[in-house]
């Protein structure tokens, strides 16, 4: 059973800058493709970043050159660099495992998720 677990969310002022982790557990991390998405109350998940295994990346327009994923295949660990965060930032954000695609903005391309962590950005 392949598990995922996000850290580093938190508050920041507008302008600033967080990096998430997601630590993958239980499969073979370097096959996989990693995403992170966002969620805020009353919408669906939102696609933000994917990596693939390939370390080819797409990023959602809206957060084009002020987020940044990576991966770290010895430590099992994929990460989002968020800078020049904005109120409309704030959200849950989730990483997820895609294992069969080479990267995919679509959320049912995606066969495992972790359980978030808080994002909040205040102006």
């Known amino acids: 059973q392949v598990q995922l677990v996000e850290s580093g969310g938190g508050w920041v002022q507008a302008g600033g800058s967080l990096r998430l982790s997601c630590v993958v557990s239980?499969?073979?991390?370097?096959?996989?493709?990693m995403g992170w998405f966002r969620r805020t109350p009353g919408k669906e998940r939102e696609f933000m970043a994917t990596?693939?295994?390939?370390?080819?990346?797409l990023y959602a327009d809206s957060v084009k050159g002020r987020f940044t994923i990576s991966r770290d295949n010895a430590k099992n660990t994929a990460y989002l660099d968020m800078r020049s965060l904005k109120p409309e930032d704030t959200a849950v954000y989730y990483c997820?495992?895609?294992?069969?695609?080479?990267?995919?903005?679509?959320?049912?391309?995606?066969?495992?998720w972790g359980q978030g962590t808080q994002v909040t950005v205040s102006s």
């Open positions: 239980g499969g073979t991390f370097s096959s996989f493709s």
């Open positions: 990596i693939s295994r390939a370390e080819r990346t």
């Open positions: 997820a495992v895609d294992m069969y695609y080479s990267g995919s903005y679509l959320p049912k391309d995606y066969d495992y």
